[in-house]
């Protein structure tokens, strides 16, 4: 599946995009900002406090306990300050 | 009754009246246009602002302002409805986002207005950072924001 990120969770990750094949046991998005966390310094950082961090499946606001199987391409973002 | 939609992300300028214009052009069904604009502020708090830049998810962007604005269509009658948010630079006294909703009669495009802002500002993927004296850094989302667009979805 594709990842995107924005904002600083892009700063910190590194990168705007990535294509990843998570292991079968990362069912949620919640699940899925826990193992992208244990990638490496800078992903830990990006997703030090998930809570913060807001998700979308193909597009579309989800929550944390939202399933990911099927998706194609999930983003990870900050709180939005548009407007 | 038809309602014609406007929906852009772009960034350059844009002109208020020009778009109230195409928004009511030929119709003679249009009572009431309520213009909202979002403007850059040259301060927050003590801190002068050197500028803003608009970071945006475009497809979730023009996806997500779609879904405001049908929701605002079936909530109440409106002939009309533009939104556009720029993207990029914008330094202070620019315009920054602008909606227009058209109305046979007041009610319905001022609220409409509203909605449609509250929900922009908590949903829409944008994000700004600011330019000051001591460099740059994101602007934190307010907790206000969030709790003006859960206001609508009350009763």
């Known amino acids: ?83 | 009754m038809t309602a014609a939609v406007t929906i852009r992300i772009q960034e350059a300028d844009f002109d208020i009246a020009q778009e109230i214009s195409a928004l009511t052009k030929g119709r003679t069904d249009i009572g009431a246009v309520v213009s909202f604009s979002g403007i850059c502020r040259g301060s927050e708090g003590s801190e002068t602002i050197a500028a803003l830049t608009l970071e945006h998810y475009p497809e979730m962007a023009e996806a997500e302002i779609a879904r405001h604005a049908e929701t605002a269509m079936s909530r109440w009658p409106l002939t009309g409805l533009s939104v556009i948010h720029r993207v990029g630079r914008i330094v202070p006294g620019e315009n920054i986002v602008l909606v227009l909703t058209a109305s046979q009669h007041r009610q319905a495009a001022f609220q409409a207005a509203e909605f449609l802002m509250d929900y922009l500002k908590a949903n829409a993927p944008f994000w700004k950072r600011e330019e000051s004296a001591d460099g740059t850094s994101w602007v934190e989302a307010r907790y206000h924001d969030d709790a003006a667009a859960a206001r609508w979805t009350k009763s």
């Open chain 1, 1 to 83: 599946m594709k990842l995107k990120y924005f904002a600083w969770v892009r700063e910190r990750v590194g990168k705007s995009e990535e294509t990843v094949e998570p292991p079968a046991s990362v069912r949620t998005v919640d699940d899925l900002i826990g193992w992208l966390a244990g990638r490496g310094e800078a992903y830990a950082h990006a997703f030090e406090t998930p809570r913060v961090i807001r998700a979308a499946i193909d597009h579309a606001h989800v929550k944390p306990d939202t399933m990911i199987a099927g998706a194609r391409e999930i983003a990870f973002f900050p709180p939005m300050t548009g407007g």
